[in-house]
């Protein structure tokens, strides 16, 4: 399920931006301040981030810096009424891949998002991850471990997916249930992501790389520990 984060200060355009973006298929996640963003991010990363820069415990381009120099940075929209040429350039210039300044039109606002994101994923699916030993091409459904091909269920697949694109951060297991199993059922059993965890574990035989955080969830370290 397609995710976007919108950090928005003005409660009332931020329930608005998550209407006006929310569509089946689409999960909106929304945050208030810088800190709450940061602690949203642990969770897992969106595909795509609305970002406000005048908040109130810090100005947005200092998330912007953050996400730049991690793997894996989403789309970022800056929101802004800050309108002048010089904002512009340094919120590009500091990693924004575009710039709406305030007051805006909801439909340009879903335009750019939807373009974005299309931007996003043509990037993604001519590009395979490659970690240690292993080599995974999504867009392919080719699975490798020392060159050798593994064959992965589409559980597995998602499993993997949200682990190696957040490798280093510790994956809740709760958003892991809500991100794989995304059929609309009412209940999971939570045995399902534990089983599914050891089958990933033992197809890849990633048991050094796939860690348990007991009691939160589940990891995958960066080098083998």
């Known amino acids: 399920m397609e995710q976007i984060l919108i950090i928005e200060d003005d409660n009332m355009l931020n329930q608005g931006l998550c209407k006006a973006l929310k569509t089946d298929g689409r999960q909106i996640l929304s945050c208030s301040d810088l800190h709450a963003a940061r602690e949203q991010l642990l969770c897992g990363r969106p595909d795509l981030i609305v970002l406000d820069l005048n908040l109130p415990d810090g100005n947005g381009l200092i998330l912007l810096r953050e996400l730049r120099g991690q793997s894996g940075k989403p789309p970022v929209i800056l929101l802004t ?59 392919a459904q080719r699975f490798c471990v020392d060159g050798i091909s593994v064959e992965l269920s589409r559980t597995e697949q998602k499993l993997l997916r949200l682990l190696v694109e957040n490798r280093g951060r510790i994956m809740k297991r709760t958003v892991l249930m809500d991100r794989i199993w995304t059929d609309g059922a009412d209940f999971v059993d939570e045995n399902a992501l534990s089983v599914t965890i050891k089958r990933l574990r033992d197809k890849l035989n990633a048991h050094n790389y796939i860690k348990t955080v007991y009691g939160i969830g589940y990891v995958w370290v960066n080098e083998c520990e």
């Open 81 to 139: 009424a800050n309108d002048t040429d010089e904002d512009v350039v340094k919120g590009l210039e500091q990693g924004a891949d575009d710039y709406i300044t305030k007051p805006f039109s909801l439909a340009i606002l879903r335009a750019r998002v939807n373009t974005q994101l299309r931007k996003a994923e043509q990037t993604e699916a001519g590009t395979a991850v490659k970690t240690g030993s292993y080599s995974f091409d999504f867009s």
